[in-house]
């Protein structure tokens, strides 16, 4: 498993609230080319677990269904690693407003 800036970012991003890939590619901003594939390879390592929203929720929102994605426990240690090893990491959400847990 290799732990790089981007995969700290996102552990981050989804340790501060945000759920879904297109919320942390805004707040961080990050690519979706980069986004994606880190989400893929955390739900492959264990360390989140992805579920896809209800479509009937998407439909009556008006866009398409989100996948979102929460900490399993070897997430929760992962990103504390990579807290401690990139100390900034944090502070690319320092202006984004977290969103609520709705």
Known sequence: MRLTMSTAV????IGRGYRYGF????ASGLGA?????????????RCVVGAWE????????????RRYYRLTAAGESLRAEAEARYPGV?????????PSRA
């Open 10 to 13: 996102v552990l981050s991003g």
């Open 33 to 45: 080319g980069t986004v994606y594939p880190i989400l893929r390879r955390l739900e492959e390592w």
């Open 90 to 98: 944090s502070a690319v959400y320092a202006g984004s407003h977290a």
């Open 23 to 26: 919320e942390l590619i805004e």
């Open 54 to 65: 209800a479509a009937s929720l998407s439909r009556s929102a008006g866009r398409p269904a």
